[in-house]
């Protein structure tokens, strides 16, 4: 990896399915809490972290835009769907 570009590098990111990237983040996670990386590979792993944390937080955006809450009538039968609100 060494010598590319950092956008060449982080480049796969982008297809990667929330839980792969998931997966990925908290390996990179557990490896600096260990501290058993050296200064150079950890700023390095730092920064790929956070361009999947990024990406997984783009993910969810999508996911919860999707998302719609069913909105029933007053006999209880469903009459029409809106988007999801998370604060309501």
Do not use: W
Request: proline content about 6%; aromatic content about 4%; charged content about 35%.
């Amino acid at each position: 990896m060494q010598g590319q570009k950092p956008a060449t590098k982080l480049a796969d990111i982008n297809d990667m399915t929330f839980e792969r990237a998931l997966k990925e983040l908290e390996a990179i996670v557990g490896r600096l809490e260990r501290g058993d990386v050296e200064l150079e590979e950890s700023i390095a792993i730092y920064e790929r972290g956070d361009a999947l944390k990024a990406h997984c937080d783009r993910l969810l955006k999508q996911a919860e835009a999707k998302v719609e809450r069913l909105t029933f009538g007053p006999d209880g039968a469903p009459k029409a769907t809106e988007p999801f609100d998370p604060e309501g």
